[in-house]
């Protein structure tokens, strides 16, 4: 019996929107154990902003997808075989080998979770890299200060509807989140916002001014282009703002090239810290982070949402989903067992 297993692969690099064609879905065997290595079953898929900037064949933090290679990217699953002492059978664990339903990897490339204290696929959202990077832009990167005001924008998506949460339990006296539908905005007030608006309706200048009349402190930023000039705008003396995406701009074309933000002078004169950062850079803030947020689930005071997309095989629809803007929360796929072969 040859065991299969199902994955993700790109086939052409978009220029703009990507469209389904530029990926496939193909079955491969599933090659046998090293000493060393699991066998996982992914149950959950982690689908996210920044695989957009890996279609394109470009220098960048993290490298570009491979042409008619596997996609990777988080996933948990449950270990299926083990040729290692540090990993059991059953151990549910997180890696980054994901968009395929059966992977083969190193026991030290796995982390263990307890799927006891929560689902596992909390594990790739608020008490995984997506809650991580909501802490660490509020915490270490614009530090949130008791009585500010904190403007979040793509607030109900995962990193966003997280940042306004810890944003409130750092003090902040008023948070401020855009987002692209009433529904949204709905469950921004559930989740403690103070004030939403649908970037949609208005310039966003004028809704942030509405929506904050004394200007903002802090502003997380997802988003770019308009969203970020607005904010400039909008930040007080000595305003701290922290980079963390910039989705408005990920499908432009050189035809079509981004939008601002044309007032970065301003940020001179008000002495503004505009500071970019890449979450997998404060693994040393790890454990506290750990700490911090599992006590904050346990006691109510974050809540969080998923969009869960069923079957590997509308991964890709999940994808140009998220980029359209279709969820609320976190972007998950969850996954199909592999299948065995003759």
């Not at 970065?264 to 979450?279: D, E, N, P, S």
């Not at 454990?287 to 969080?304: C, N, P």
């Amino acid at each position: 019996m040859t065991l299969t297993a199902r994955q993700v692969q790109v086939v052409s690099r978009p220029d703009g929107w990507p469209e389904s064609g530029d990926f496939q879905l193909v079955e491969v065997a599933v090659p046998e154990l090293s000493d060393g290595q699991l066998l996982v079953r992914n149950q959950f898929i982690s689908v996210d902003p920044y695989m957009r900037g890996k279609l394109n064949d470009v220098r960048s933090y993290t490298p570009p997808y491979q042409l008619n290679a596997p996609m990777d990217g988080g996933a948990v699953g449950e270990v299926v075989a083990s040729r290692s002492p540090e990993r059991a059978v059953g151990d549910v664990v997180v890696h980054q080998a994901g968009w395929r339903d059966l992977a083969v990897l190193d026991a030290a490339r796995t982390r263990r979770v307890d799927v006891t204290e929560a689902p596992a696929s909390a594990y790739l959202g608020v008490l995984g890299g997506t809650g991580f990077t909501a802490w660490v832009g509020l915490t270490e990167i614009a530090p949130v200060r008791p009585g500010e005001t904190v403007f979040v924008s793509a607030a109900a998506g995962a990193v966003g509807s997280i940042a306004g949460q810890v944003a409130r339990l750092r003090g902040a006296a008023q948070v401020v989140g855009s987002a692209g539908t009433p529904a949204k905005l709905a469950r921004l007030r559930e989740l403690g916002f103070d004030a939403g608006f649908d970037y949609h309706d208005r310039p966003v200048r004028e809704r942030l001014r509405e929506a904050a009349p004394d200007g903002i402190d802090v502003y997380f930023d997802n988003v770019g282009g308009e969203q970020l000039e607005a904010a400039i705008a909008a930040l007080k003396p000595f305003g701290r703002v922290a980079l963390c995406g910039a989705i408005s701009v990920y499908n432009a074309t050189a035809a079509e090239p981004p939008p601002g933000p044309r007032n970065l002078a301003l940020a001179v004169g008000k002495q503004l810290t505009l500071r970019g950062f890449i979450v997998t850079s404060y693994g040393h803030l790890r454990e506290r982070f750990d700490a911090e947020m599992a006590g904050w689930l346990r006691t109510g005071q974050v809540h969080y949402d998923e969009t869960v997309v069923d079957g590997l095989e509308h991964a890709v629809d999940a994808f140009l989903g998220l980029l359209r803007g279709e969820n609320t929360g976190k972007m998950l796929v969850r996954t199909a067992v592999g299948t065995a072969t003759a």
